[in-house]
Antibody
C-alpha cells in the first residue's frame, strides 16, 4: 500500500533552517510528483511547493520563493523540503503528499516549531 | 495571487444534503479537488478533477465546477462527515491554491 512517512518534530530558533524528509513506499516513486503543504496552528492549508520526482523540476509558492528548496532522492524514494531563515510565522505542521490528480496520499505531518 | 473563497461554516442535519461552495475567478477553467480533514489528522482527497471520487470514497460525496464556483455536495450526511473541507485548484504549471476552508457540522 502507498505510504509516506515523514521525519519527526523539530524545534528551531529564529533564523535557523529546517529540513523535513518524506520517505515513500508502495509505488513507483519516480513516476509521480511530491507536493508540500503546511498548516499553522488553528489555520487552513497552505501550499508550500511541488517537485517532480522524475526530473527534479520544482515550483513553490511565491511568498516562500528564495527560502524553500525541495529535492528528491530516487535511490531511497525520499523527498526533502528545506526552509531557511525561519521566523515564528513558519511554525506549522508540514505535510508531504503524492501528487497525482491532486494530492492523493499524505504523510502524517511534521510539526516545526520556531521559538527563541 | 489567486484566491479561493469558501463559507467558514455549514451546518446540516443527519440524512440531509450539504453544499459547500468554492469561489474563484473563472474557476470553471481549472481542475478542482476537495479534501476532508478531521482534527489531528492529515487531509484526505474526496474529489479530484472536479467530480471524480477516489477509490474508497463514499458515493454520497460529489462535485461540480462551472463558471466561478465549484461545489462539493454531501448527500445523506452522516455524523462521520463532520470535518473541515478545503477546495484546491491547480493548473498545468502545477501551481496549487487552497480555499479558505469550511467547517461542516452535522447535527
Amino acid at each position: 500500500q502507498v505510504q509516506l512517512v515523514q521525519s519527526g518534530a523539530e524545534v528551531k530558533k529564529p533564523g535557523a533552517s529546517v529540513k523535513v524528509s518524506c520517505k515513500a513506499s508502495g509505488y513507483s516513486f519516480s513516476s509521480y510528483g511530491v507536493t508540500w503543504v503546511r498548516q499553522a496552528p488553528g489555520q487552513g492549508l497552505e501550499w508550500v511547493g511541488w517537485t517532480a520526482a522524475y526530473n527534479g523540476n520544482t515550483n513553490s509558492a511565491e511568498r516562500l520563493q528564495g527560502r524553500v528548496t525541495m529535492t528528491t532522492d530516487t535511490s531511497s524514494s525520499t523527498a526533502y523540503m528545506e526552509l531557511r531563515t525561519l521566523t515564528s510565522d513558519d511554525t506549522a505542521v508540514y505535510f508531504c503528499a503524492r501528487h497525482s490528480n491532486g494530492a492523493d496520499y499524505w504523510g502524517q505531518g511534521t510539526l516545526v516549531t520556531v521559538s527563541p | 495571487s489567486y484566491d479561493l473563497t469558501q463559507p467558514p461554516s455549514v451546518s446540516v442535519s443527519p440524512g440531509q444534503t450539504a453544499n459547500i461552495t468554492c469561489s474563484g475567478h473563472r474557476l470553471g477553467n481549472e481542475y478542482v479537488c476537495w479534501y476532508q480533514q478531521k482534527p489531528g489528522q492529515s487531509p484526505v482527497l474526496v474529489i479530484y478533477q472536479d467530480d471524480k471520487r477516489p477509490s474508497g470514497i463514499p458515493e454520497r460525496f460529489s462535485g461540480s465546477n462551472s463558471g466561478n464556483t465549484a461545489t462539493l455536495t454531501i448527500s445523506e450526511a452522516q455524523p462521520m462527515d463532520e470535518a473541515d473541507y478545503y477546495c484546491q485548484a491547480w493548473d498545468s504549471s502545477i501551481l496549487y491554491v487552497f480555499g479558505t476552508g469550511t467547517k461542516v457540522t452535522v447535527l
